[in-house]
C-alpha cells in the first residue's frame, strides 16, 4: 500500500499598476508588447528599481498565510536561457525570502487539516509563448515580463488530490479579502504547479517526485493529481523505475505527458542579484502591512457559525469572497433571523447571479433593501410567496419592496373575520377535503389551505388560515 505526498507551488500575479522593476503598466489584454521599457527588456545599462507597492502586497499576502516575515531580505537571480526570458535571468529570491513556515488551514471530512507553508517569495514573471497552429512558428509577447508575483511554495503535507483542490481554493479566498490579486486563473494571475510522489505507508523518505504543469483550473489540479497518483501506483506495483520529470496536464485527454527531466536548483546558479540593494524593512512599514489584513475567511466562517448560529455549510459558502460575506453581513444584521438572510441570499441571490453577468458588487438589490423585503415577510405584512414575486419585481423596477407591495396591493391578509368569511365559503365548497381532515387525514387540510390562497391571491397570512381552518372544522 502506498500513500501520496503532493506540494504544491502557487504564482500569484500581485495587484499592481505598475511593474515590480519599472515603470510599465500591468493591466491584462493589452496588444502584445505594448507595456515594455528598456528596464524589463533587458537592456544593457539599466537598473531595476523595487516598486514599493509589490513589496507591500507580498508582505501582506505572507503574513496572512502565518508566516514568519523577513524584515531583511534580498534579490537573487535565476539564470535560464529561454525566449519568454529576455534578459535570461529572472529576478527572484533563493535563500532569503520574505516569509517562511506560515500554514493554511482546510477542512476535510468535518476535521481541520493544517498544510504548512514552506516560503512565500518575490519574483517578476516572464513572458507568454504562444505557438502557431500549424507548428511552423512560435509567438512571445513581453508585457507580462516583470509582472510582480509571489511564489507561495507548501511543504508536502497534501495527501489526496481533493486536499489539493480544497487547500488552492482558501489560497486563493485569503488572497482576494486581503486584495493581494484577484487570482483570477484564466489570465494567468493564479497559476499552480504540483509535486507528487507515492511511498509505501510507514516509510519516512519520499519517493521520487514528478512535477506537473499546465493545469489551468482547480478541476483540472484535481484531475491531473489524480491520474498522476494512478499512473505511479501502476508502475510502482510492476516494479518499474518512476522518473523525477516535468509532466503537463493535456486538457483533453486529462492525462499528464511527459515534457522534460526536472531541473535542480543548482542548476539556475542562482546569486545575489547585484543591481538592488537589500530589502530593508521599518516596524512601521510591517506594522502598516499587518493593519491592511481584514478578517479571514476562516475566522469570517468561524464567526458566522457562532454568532448568526448559521450551519457550516452556509458559513463556507456565504465567506467563499469577501464581497459576498460582506453582502450577508450587512443582510443579517438588519433581520431578527440571519438563517432567513442565509436562505435568501444562497438561493434567490446567488441563483439570480448564476443566470446574469452580475456579481455580488453589481447586484441590484443592496443588502438595506433586501433585509427590508426580509423584515416584512417577518412582520406579517407579506408571505414568503409574495415575497418572492416582490424580489423578481425588484429586479425587474428597481423599485423598493415597500412601494411594489402597496402598488400592487400584495400586504398579507391577517385580519381573521375577513378570513374566516372566505374560509367559511371554502369549507361549504370542499366537502370532500373536509372529512378527511375529520378523518384525520392531515394532508387534506393543505388542500383547503390552497383553495384559500386561491381566493385571496396568495395574500392570506398561511399560518392564521391554518388556525382558522381547524378551528372552524374540528370546533
Ligand atoms: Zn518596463
Known amino acids: 500500500m502506498y500513500e501520496t505526498v503532493i506540494g504544491l507551488e502557487v504564482h500569484v500575479e500581485l495587484g499592481t499598476k505598475t511593474k515590480i522593476f519599472c515603470g510599465c503598466e500591468t493591466e491584462f489584454g493589452a496588444p502584445p508588447n505594448t507595456h515594455v521599457c528598456p528596464v524589463c527588456m533587458g537592456s544593457p545599462g539599466v537598473l531595476p528599481v523595487l516598486n514599493e507597492q509589490a513589496l507591500r502586497l507580498g508582505m501582506k499576502a505572507a503574513m496572512a498565510l502565518h508566516c514568519e516575515v523577513?524584515?531583511?531580505?534580498?534579490?537573487?537571480?535565476?539564470?535560464?536561457?529561454?525566449?519568454?526570458?529576455?534578459?535570461?535571468?529572472?529576478?527572484s529570491q533563493y535563500d532569503e525570502p520574505i516569509g517562511e513556515h506560515g500554514y493554511i488551514d482546510i477542512e476535510v471530512g468535518g476535521q481541520v487539516r493544517r498544510i504548512g507553508i514552506t516560503r512565500v517569495h518575490?519574483?517578476?514573471d516572464a513572458g507568454k509563448l504562444s505557438h502557431s497552429v500549424?507548428?511552423?512558428?512560435?509567438?512571445?509577447?513581453?508585457?507580462?515580463?516583470?509582472?510582480p508575483l509571489i511564489e507561495i511554495v507548501s511543504e508536502p503535507d497534501i495527501q489526496t488530490?481533493?486536499?489539493?483542490?480544497?487547500y488552492l481554493e482558501e489560497l486563493k479566498a485569503i488572497m482576494q479579502y486581503c486584495a493581494v490579486s484577484e487570482c483570477k486563473m484564466e489570465e494567468g494571475s493564479l497559476r499552480c504547479d504540483a509535486n507528487i510522489s507515492l511511498r509505501p505507508i510507514g516509510q519516512k523518505e519520499l519517493g521520487t517526485k514528478t512535477e506537473i504543469k499546465n493545469m489551468n483550473?482547480?478541476?483540472?489540479?484535481?484531475?491531473?493529481?489524480?491520474?498522476?497518483?494512478?499512473?505511479?501506483?501502476?508502475?510502482?506495483?510492476r516494479n518499474e523505475m518512476i522518473v523525477q520529470e516535468t509532466r503537463r496536464f493535456d486538457e483533453s485527454t486529462m492525462s499528464t505527458i511527459s515534457m522534460r527531466s526536472k531541473e535542480d536548483a543548482h542548476d539556475y546558479r542562482y546569486f545575489a542579484e547585484p543591481d538592488l540593494p537589500r530589502i530593508v524593512v521599518s516596524d512601521r512599514f510591517l506594522a502598516e502591512c499587518l493593519a491592511e489584513i481584514p478578517e479571514l475567511p476562516a475566522q469570517k466562517r468561524a464567526r458566522f457559525v457562532q454568532d448568526y448560529g448559521l450551519p457550516d455549510y452556509d458559513a463556507s459558502v456565504l465567506t467563499a469572497t469577501r464581497p459576498l460575506a460582506e453582502f450577508f453581513d450587512e443582510t443579517a444584521k438588519r433581520v431578527k433571523d440571519p438563517k432567513v438572510a442565509s436562505n435568501w441570499i444562497m438561493g434567490d441571490v446567488l441563483g439570480y447571479l448564476k443566470t446574469t453577468d452580475a456579481t455580488i458588487e453589481t447586484f441590484a438589490i443592496s443588502s438595506m433593501r433586501l433585509a427590508e423585503l426580509i423584515g416584512l415577510i417577518e412582520n406579517g405584512t407579506i408571505s414568503t410567496k409574495i415575497a418572492k414575486s416582490v424580489f423578481k419585481d425588484m429586479l425587474?423596477?428597481?423599485?423598493?419592496?415597500?412601494?411594489?407591495?402597496?402598488?400592487?396591493?400584495?400586504?398579507q391578509i391577517s385580519d381573521e373575520s375577513a378570513l374566516r368569511a372566505i374560509a367559511q365559503k371554502v369549507i361549504e365548497n370542499n366537502p370532500k377535503s373536509v372529512q378527511d381532515v375529520v378523518a384525520g387525514k392531515d394532508k387534506a387540510i393543505g388542500s383547503l389551505v390552497g383553495q384559500?390562497?386561491?381566493e385571496t391571491k396568495g395574500k392570506a397570512n398561511p399560518?392564521?388560515?391554518?388556525?382558522i381552518l381547524k378551528e372552524l372544522i374540528t370546533g
Open 70 to 91: 523577513r524584515k531583511d531580505s534580498k534579490f537573487d537571480r535565476k539564470n535560464y536561457f529561454y525566449p519568454d526570458s529576455p534578459k535570461a535571468y529572472q529576478i
Open 122 to 124: 518575490l519574483e517578476e
Open 134 to 147: 500549424f507548428g511552423d512558428a512560435s509567438y512571445v509577447d513581453f508585457n507580462r515580463v516583470g509582472i
Open 161 to 166: 488530490a481533493e486536499e489539493a483542490r480544497l
Open 217 to 237: 483550473s482547480f478541476r483540472h489540479v484535481e484531475r491531473g493529481l489524480l491520474f498522476e497518483q494512478e499512473r505511479q501506483e501502476a508502475m510502482l506495483h
Open 396 to 411: 425587474e423596477t428597481g423599485k423598493d419592496a415597500k412601494i411594489l407591495i402597496e402598488e400592487q396591493g400584495l400586504v
Open 452 to 454: 384559500m390562497m386561491k
Open 463 to 467: 399560518q392564521v388560515v391554518n388556525q
